[in-house]
């Protein structure tokens, strides 16, 4: 779907659901200093808290190590 400063976001399905989702992929890697982590952190706070029709809905942050692997979302290919 697209790609940012530190990862991509793919689309996904939430198997439960059949919703279609976003899936935002952080590559660690690519967050290299004390800066770029209080971005991601402020990030995700305020997608946590934002309740508005035109701002995504945070269902949840995982950390994780690859393969990406989840019982409830699967990411579309």
């Not at 971005?39 to 269902?59: A, D, F, M």
């Amino acid at each position: 779907m697209g790609q940012g400063t530190f990862g991509k976001v793919r689309l996904g399905t939430h198997l439960i659901t059949g919703e279609k989702v976003a899936i935002k992929i952080l590559e660690k890697d690519k967050i290299k200093d004390q800066s770029d982590v209080e971005r991601v952190t402020r990030e995700i706070h305020i997608l946590k808290i934002v309740r508005h029709p035109n701002v995504i809905q945070l269902y949840e942050v995982r950390i994780q190590i690859f393969p990406l692997f989840n019982q409830s979302l699967q990411i579309n290919r």
